[in-house]
Each structure stands twice: as structure tokens, then as C-alpha cells.
């Protein structure tokens, strides 16, 4: 059973940055895809990023674009997500998400495979 847990949330003012980290466990860490993906106070859970298993291709939702990055480790079985210019939209719980690499993150999550537990992170204007 993979397990993921996040940490690194927090709260933070408009323009300033945060990095989240994902530890994941129980399964060899470079047979999945990872993602982040956020939910904020009613509204749907939406995707915010993905990576493949060696970290060769990344997806970015358009409203991060350039703005976050995420990155993984395959000898720390480890991602991440830094973001930077933090807008107070990008409040939100965060998860991570971890899909067995072969096929696309959908962007609702729906085929995903493991979730984290999620961290909040506050952005103030």
C-alpha cells in the first residue's frame, strides 16, 4: 500500500513563496506519475501539476504556469512543488497524488491511484 505524506504548507502573503514536499512510501517510487493537485472552500478539487516517473515531462495547469514547479527525486522518493508568486486564489488544501505511470492524471483526479492527506496553505493579500 503506497502511502504519501505532505508537509511544507503553511501561511504565506501575496508574492511570497512556499515549497511543498510529498515522502512517499510502500511501492517502488519510480513506477508512478506524481501530481499536485489543490481544492479550495467550495470549489472542485482541480489538477495543478504532474510529472512523470523520471521527472523527463511535466504538466502545468494554466494558472500556475510559471509560477510553480514541481520536481522529484527518485533516490529520496520524494516531490516537490515550489511556488512562487503566490496569489491569494491559490489558497487551498494541496495533495499529492500518485498514478501507477503509463496513463495521464485526469484533471478532476479521478484516476488517481493514492492520495496524500493534504496541507493548507494561505496566501493574504
Known amino acids: 500500500q503506497v502511502q504519501l505524506v505532505e508537509s511544507g504548507g503553511g501561511w504565506v502573503q501575496a508574492g511570497g513563496s512556499l515549497r511543498l514536499s510529498c515522502a512517499f512510501s510502500?511501492?517502488?517510487?519510480?513506477?508512478?506519475?506524481m501530481a499536485w493537485f489543490r481544492q479550495a472552500p467550495g470549489k472542485e478539487r482541480e489538477r495543478v501539476t504532474s510529472?512523470?516517473?523520471?521527472?523527463?515531462?511535466?504538466t502545468y495547469a494554466d494558472f500556475v504556469q510559471g509560477r510553480f514547479t514541481i520536481s522529484r527525486d527518485n533516490a529520496k522518493n520524494t516531490v516537490a512543488l515550489q511556488m512562487n508568486s503566490l496569489k491569494p486564489e491559490d489558497t487551498a488544501v494541496y495533495y499529492c497524488?500518485?498514478?501507477?505511470?503509463?496513463?495521464?492524471?485526469?484533471?478532476?483526479?479521478?484516476?488517481?491511484?493514492?492520495w496524500g492527506q493534504g496541507t493548507q496553505v494561505t496566501v493574504s493579500s
Open positions: 497524488a500518485a498514478r501507477l505511470s503509463g496513463t495521464n492524471f485526469e484533471s478532476s483526479g479521478t484516476n488517481v491511484d493514492y
Open positions: 510502500g511501492r517502488t517510487f519510480r513506477n508512478y506519475a
Open positions: 510529472i512523470n516517473w523520471n521527472g523527463g515531462s511535466t
